[in-house]
């Protein structure tokens, strides 16, 4: 420990000191944000990612007032819903109804779409329709790029395994709720570009200049309390990532 400190000093160096996480929380707690700025967070991301009950609640219990323009919101709503609930045929009717430039524009998002209407056969267990699906609407567009056609074949695999074992599989969170909501987020945000509106949240934005700064900080071997993606705060020390990185 001294030999520590001595060596310090004679490199003319001096340890950034350990800021334990309950003192972080403290000082973070005691930053003045105004409820109104907070408010309008929740408030873009409820409109951004397409909430709408969730929006308009939220304008009433909070007394927010909601964007004038809204982009469509009921109808990206309706679209997310279905895409979370398996109704992915509807909802790319819905997508089409609203702007057909959106899968014009790009296709590979199209593709998505028809891979996941793909995984809800293969959830149902329906695999001949699924096979039959796959070659008339994924094959085509696979055969000219490689990455896509790794992605049908990572589909494809969930065929070797029964319906009860196949979530477990290797490539079983294709057939997860998650997958379905990503899904979801990409035909949200590319209907927001298509109609040149931002298609991301001022808290998604917060998130990553958060990542970016954590980053930042492990890299020069600054000790601090880091947010994970969970929310919760985790101890790191300039020991530790020193360590990582020799």
Known sequence: ????????????????????PEGWQKNMSAADVPKSVLDDIVMNFLVVEGFHEAAVAFSKEAGVQMPEDTCHLKERDSIRAGMQEGRVSESISLV?????????EEPDLLFAARQQELLELIRAGRLDEAL???????????????????????????LAFDTASAESSPVGHLLSSDHRLETASKINHAILRSQAQESRSTLSELLQMLQWSQ????????????????????AVSADSEKAKKD
Do not use: I, Y
């Open 96 to 104: 089409n109804d609203l702007d057909t430039a959106v899968f014009d």
């Open 132 to 158: 039959s699906f796959a070659q008339l609407h994924l094959a085509p567009r696979a055969l000219e790029c490689p990455e896509l056609l790794k992605e049908v074949e990572k589909a494809m695999s969930l």
């Open 1 to 20: 420990m001294m030999a520590d400190k001595m060596e310090e000093e004679k490199e003319g160096t001096r340890r950034p000191p350990f800021v334990v």
């Open 215 to 234: 980053e930042q900080l492990k890299e020069e071997g600054v000790p601090f309390p880091e947010m994970s993606a969970s929310g919760e705060w985790v």
